[in-house]
């Protein structure tokens, strides 16, 4: 079954350092998101992304944060000046639908982020 | 705005039992979606079952069902026959029709099977 991969598994960087994290969503889907979930904490929406550009982002996705799609494959979440509250676990999702509420997203395994 | 509320934090079921979590939303928009995730220990996020507003039949999917109540706005996930496997944190989810087609999670309940 297709699935969505993102690496690196584990990140470790100090606090202040930029950090790509990647995902190779599933192929024939047209809509991606981050999420992001703070240990033991609730699954946080980031940002959604569709025909290359941002559909929607949270008050969490400030400036900090910036999202591509660089090939016809990746999707990137870059964190340019990483922050100790940063640390977290970091979600890729797809969906082949958007806009619509009869079909799930798929999620990746996930990036553990920790900023030292 | 749109909310699912999950009050239970934790759950123990003894293995072969069946057991219940809750989920309550709230939305004003008459199209939605409901959702399941499973997140094991090692940290992963598994899609297990749907629900749509619409759908007049619970949704069923192997030992998972989903108790749909749309009046009480509840849609309890359901399991069968518990196995030790079982043991994880389980998300309900929200999904609207309109301009945002964001997920929307429920602070999770932890389930614990034992033998």
């Known amino acids: 079954e297709p699935e969505v991969t993102q690496t690196p598994s584990h990140q470790v960087t100090q606090m202040g350092q930029e950090v790509i994290l990647r995902c190779v969503p599933i192929s024939n889907h047209l809509y991606f998101y981050w999420y992001r979930q703070i240990l033991g904490q609730k699954v946080e929406f980031l940002v959604s992304?569709?025909?290359?550009?941002?559909?929607?982002k949270s008050e969490i996705f400030d400036d900090q944060f910036s999202v591509e799609r660089p090939d016809g494959s990746n999707f990137t979440l870059k964190i340019r000046s990483t922050k100790l509250e940063d640390s977290a676990m970091y979600f890729c999702?797809?969906?082949?639908?958007?806009?619509?509420?009869?079909?799930?997203?798929?999620f990746g395994n996930g990036t553990r982020l920790t900023v030292t | 705005a749109q909310k699912i509320t999950q009050t239970q934090p934790g759950m123990f079921v003894q293995e072969k039992e069946a057991v219940t979590l809750d989920c309550t939303y709230d939305?004003?928009?008459?199209?939605?979606?409901l959702f399941w995730y499973k997140q094991p220990s090692s940290g992963e996020m598994i899609f297990l079952i749907y629900q749509g507003s619409y759908d007049q039949q619970n949704a069923t999917e192997g030992r998972y069902s989903l108790n749909f109540q749309k009046a009480r706005k509840s849609a309890n996930l359901v399991i069968s026959a518990s196995q030790l496997g079982d043991s994880a944190m389980y998300f309900c989810?929200?999904?609207?029709?309109?301009?945002?087609?964001?997920?929307?999670f429920g602070t999770g309940t932890r389930l614990q099977v034992f033998p």
């Open positions: 939305t004003s928009d008459p199209s939605y979606g």
């Open positions: 999702a797809s969906s082949s639908t958007g806009g619509q509420w009869n079909s799930p997203l798929h």
């Open positions: 989810a929200m999904r609207v029709f309109g301009d945002t087609d964001k997920l929307i």
């Open positions: 992304f569709y025909n290359n550009e941002i559909s929607e």
